[in-house]
Nanobody, 125 residues
Framework: QVQLVESGGGLVQAGGSLRLSCAVS????????VGWFRQAPGKEREFVAA????????NDADSVKGRFTISRDNAKNTVYLQMYNLKPEDTSVYYC??????????????????WGQGTQVTVSS
């Protein structure tokens, strides 16, 4: 059974930092690219960042470029999203997802095969 479990969300003041983790099990982790997406109430799910199987390639949304960093540890079957200088508009439920496709990294939610349940990030002003 494939599982993706996000953790690390919470409440933080604007300008603060959080690190999200996505623990993956039930698949050969090193053969999957992983992406982070977010969805705020009443809005569509949007791409945040993605990382390739080997971590050699990453892709970030323009809205988080320079503030968020995606990384992975294939020995721990875990992907991280380090978030700095958080803004109130970053408030969302954050999801990780796994995609077996090769490069280029996809920004489209429908191309991802497996999803976690999400973790809430709330940034207060």
């Amino acid at each position: 059974q494939v599982q993706l479990v996000e953790s690390g969300g919470g409440l933080v003041q604007a300008g603060g930092s959080l690190r999200l983790s996505c623990a993956v099990s039930g698949l050969t982790f090193s053969t999957y690219a992983v992406g982070w997406f977010r969805q705020a109430p009443g809005k569509e799910r949007e791409f945040v960042a993605a990382i390739s199987r080997s971590a050699a390639t990453t892709n970030d949304a323009d809205s988080v470029k320079g503030r968020f960093t995606i990384s992975r540890d294939n020995a721990k079957n875990t992907v991280y999203l380090q978030m700095y200088n958080l803004k109130p508009e970053d408030t969302s439920v954050y999801y990780c997802a796994a995609n077996r496709a090769r490069l280029p990294l996809s920004k489209t939610p429908d191309t991802y095969d497996y999803w976690g349940q999400g973790t809430q990030v709330t940034v207060s002003s």
